[in-house]
């Protein structure tokens, strides 16, 4: 049977032991001195396996501890912030490294600061495995610094601090999903025309011939500059390629919204 937290002093809470917690638990060796809870208790196995002593109950995990790492699904974020709360110690430090927006996690900020708790947002970009404790971590609020120098004492190696103000840091986790996932989903609906048309090497090939390695912040002003300039022409083009799909079997979601970016972006002029 584990042992549940007692007296045994808590450096570190964790709420939510999926992933993300077990991989940080199972690399980081924090030993007895984390105390863990998750909604389901057959985590609580995974809990001890890894040395995190596991919790009756919420409240049970956060007493006494200064650092609790909110790890829970994004649908669960705030109301984990609204639950835990009253249960922190005087002055601990909520991190709320869940993927949600700027708004949200504001919200989640109000809760912990009327409990006395505080409050800090912290963005993981890129996935915990196979990254582990190097995962990049950007902390923003008023107390970001604090926040930053005991996750680094917890053994996270790439932490940034990028501002003290409550949503920033997942602002910019937000808005470069948008890229990032976006990039995914478009490599689906090519690959999946691709494979149907029996052109997926040629398609692929013809990428990386005309593939342009730049900066982001290079690429990012060229690629408004052609859509202000040329916006309708790759509009229309881009209505054929939504055809194309279409005659394949293929629903062009992606393609479809490609058109009315294109479109309305014509004619705005450079912004970068």
């Not at 042992?3 to 809470?13: E, F, I, S, W, Y």
């Not at 709320?96 to 963005?123: C, F, H, L, Q």
Request: glycine share 10%; aromatic share 4%; proline share 4%.
């Amino acid at each position: 049977m584990a042992h549940r937290c007692g007296p045994m002093k808590t450096d570190l809470a964790l709420i939510g032991f999926g992933e993300a917690g077990s991989t940080f638990a199972a690399t980081a060796g924090w030993g007895g001195r984390a105390c863990g809870y998750d909604i389901l208790p057959a985590r609580e196995l995974a809990m001890a396996e890894h040395g995190v002593r596991p919790a009756a109950c919420a409240a049970e995990a956060l007493q006494g501890a200064p650092l609790v790492l909110s790890l829970v699904t994004a649908d669960a974020a705030f109301a984990a912030a609204r639950d835990c709360a009253p249960h922190l110690a005087h002055g601990a430090i909520w991190c709320d490294m869940n993927s949600v927006a700027p708004g949200t996690k504001r919200a989640a900020a109000a809760e912990i600061g009327a409990a006395g708790g505080r409050y800090a947002d912290v963005a993981v970009l890129a996935p915990v495995n196979p990254a582990r404790m190097n995962v990049p971590l950007l902390v923003s609020g008023s107390c970001a610094e604090a926040a930053a120098s005991l996750l680094r004492e917890a053994g996270f190696a790439s932490v940034r601090v990028v501002g003290t103000e409550v949503g920033r840091a997942s602002a910019i986790k937000m808005i470069r999903s948008v890229m990032i996932k976006g990039i995914e989903a478009l490599t689906d609906e090519m690959m999946a025309a691709a494979e149907v048309a029996g052109v997926v090497d040629e398609v692929l090939s013809s990428l990386d011939a005309s593939d342009k390695a730049m900066p982001w912040e290079s690429r990012a002003a060229y690629n408004l500059e052609r859509m202000h300039t040329h916006g309708l022409r790759r509009a229309a083009e881009m209505e054929e390629s939504a055809r194309t799909l279409e005659s394949l079997g293929v629903e062009p979601l992606m393609t479809r919204q490609t058109v009315r970016r294109q479109r309305d972006a014509a004619g705005k002029g450079t912004s970068l």
